[in-house]
């Protein structure tokens, strides 16, 4: 059965973005009988509120996007991933890290107009360490990639097809562990969707190159990553992705100004589901979902 998931940040009030990512990932699951799972991503504990996630969790059921398992918070969810990192730890494959993004951003141009740049090693150490207590406590760890041909991961998406990205290239060894003893996103998400049987990822575009890094992940730990899917992105006045910063689009205002149905109608309209724009709920717009019908292009909202 298909397994999905919505796994929000709890670091501001949902946006119109977040919830066109969730209402796609809904429609996908449940256009295919599956189930969806709430998932708060709350790692970072300088920005992560439970209140921010009460009200995340208000605004979906406002908007009748109920999910069948969960709320889980990886804030709770450490000893998974520590047992995992030991793993990694004992293959040879993680390292510590001193260098500050300020240190990475002189080496080298930001790769991606997100700011993301290419690890080139500087702190890649000749020889392994053999457990997760041998690595010092005041440094970033991160994960080695493979070099060569064994850098590249392929992968079909289910939006935007066949995809090949080269881990050595396009990111260099990526961060498992923050400084601070945070657990990186990339290490988490991976645990949490196998442990959680998940098998359908739906998401925003703009996470399309850490698809390659969450795969190789997967495969390293002996598991089997989900199918991604990723939709076009929503983009404001100045053609920027919808963002926390955009006060406009926060659901707090949208709730003032527009029902449920009209916000689920328009988001409909502009994923190609209906012809016209009218008030819709989501079970409404179940039969509707086609994924034939999605635009490939970002989608101007300004």
């Not at 977040?18 to 970072?44: M, P, T, Y």
């Not at 208000?58 to 998974?80: H, K, M």
């Not at 041998?134 to 939006?159: C, K, N």
């Not at 601070?180 to 049987?197: F, S």
């Amino acid at each position: 059965m298909v397994r999905g998931r919505f796994a929000p940040s709890p670091t501001g009030r949902m946006h119109l973005g977040n919830v066109w990512a969730a209402l796609l990932s809904w429609l996908s699951v449940r256009s295919q009988g599956g189930s969806w799972l709430l998932r708060i991503e709350d790692n970072d504990p300088q920005r992560s509120r439970q209140a921010w996630a009460d009200l995340l969790m208000q605004d979906l059921e406002w908007l009748g996007l109920t999910w069948d398992d969960g709320p889980f918070y990886q804030s709770a969810r450490s000893a998974f991933y520590e047992a995992y990192l030991e793993r990694l730890v004992g293959q040879g494959l993680v390292y510590p890290c001193y260098c500050t993004r300020a240190d990475i951003l002189a080496t080298q141009a930001p790769h991606e107009s997100d700011g993301r740049v290419v690890y080139k090693g500087t702190c890649r150490p000749k020889d392994s360490f053999a457990t997760l207590d041998a690595l010092p406590s005041d440094a970033a760890l991160r994960m080695r990639v493979p070099t060569g041909a064994q850098s590249l991961i392929g992968f079909e998406d289910g939006h935007y097809g066949c995809q090949t990205v080269n881990l050595e290239q396009a990111c260099g060894d990526f961060i498992v562990r923050r400084k601070d003893g945070a657990w990186a996103y990339q290490l988490a998400v991976v645990v949490d969707d196998a442990l959680m049987g998940v098998n359908e990822v739906v998401r925003g575009r703009d996470l399309l190159l850490s698809s390659p890094q969450q795969i190789y992940l997967a495969r390293t730990l002996g598991f089997v990553a989900p199918r991604f899917s990723h939709v076009p992105l929503l983009l404001n006045e100045a053609g920027q992705r919808l963002s926390k910063r955009d006060r406009s689009t926060h659901m707090e205002a949208l709730r003032r100004q527009y029902t449920a149905n009209e916000i689920l109608g328009r988001l409909a309209f502009w994923a190609g589901l209906t012809d016209r724009v009218q008030a819709l709920s989501a079970e409404e717009l179940i039969p509707l979902f086609d994924w034939n019908k999605i635009p490939r292009e970002d989608i101007s909202v300004g």
